[in-house]
């Protein structure tokens, strides 16, 4: 981990977590195996245990599930990057969408 980024995210650190699971003994056998345990892959995991139950799934995960992007992902979003709402107006003009002709 880089020098000043904390070892767990602001959400891991307020609730805590489990105690480590131990490392998978040895070889094991799966129908599919998902690597990494973050939105993507407990998503992708639970899709197909729903859609195959006879499948056996086996997620791996390096630390734990949440450590990743995933854990501290603070959920918001900005377009100023882009120059906003206005930015984006005036860059498809004569003909903006119809989100542009608020009052």
Same mark, same amino acid.
């Given at each position: 981990?880089?020098?000043?980024?904390?070892?767990?995210?602001?959400?891991?650190? #307020?609730?805590?977590?489990?105690?480590?699971?131990?490392?998978?003994?040895?070889? /094991?056998?799966?129908?599919?195996?998902? $690597?990494?345990?973050?939105?993507?892959?407990?998503?992708?995991?639970?899709?197909?245990?729903?859609? +195959?139950?006879?499948?056996?799934?086996?997620? $791996?995960?390096?630390?734990?599930?949440?450590? %990743?992007?995933? #854990?501290?992902?603070? %959920?918001?979003?900005?377009?100023?990057? /882009?120059? #906003? +709402?206005?930015? /984006?107006?005036?860059?498809?003009?004569?003909?903006?969408? +119809?989100?542009?002709?608020?009052?």
């Amino acid at each position: 981990m880089p020098p000043g980024v904390p070892e767990v995210s602001f959400w891991w650190d #307020g609730v805590g977590r489990d105690a480590p699971r131990p490392p998978l003994p040895g070889p /094991t056998s799966a129908d599919v195996c998902i $690597v990494g345990a973050g939105y993507t892959g407990l998503w992708t995991a639970y899709y197909l245990a729903r859609a +195959a139950p006879q499948w056996r799934i086996v997620v $791996v995960e390096q630390r734990f599930a949440g450590y %990743g992007a995933s #854990g501290r992902n603070g %959920g918001w979003l900005t377009n100023s990057i /882009t120059g #906003g +709402a206005t930015g /984006t107006c005036a860059a498809t003009a004569p003909t903006p969408p +119809a989100a542009c002709n608020w009052p």
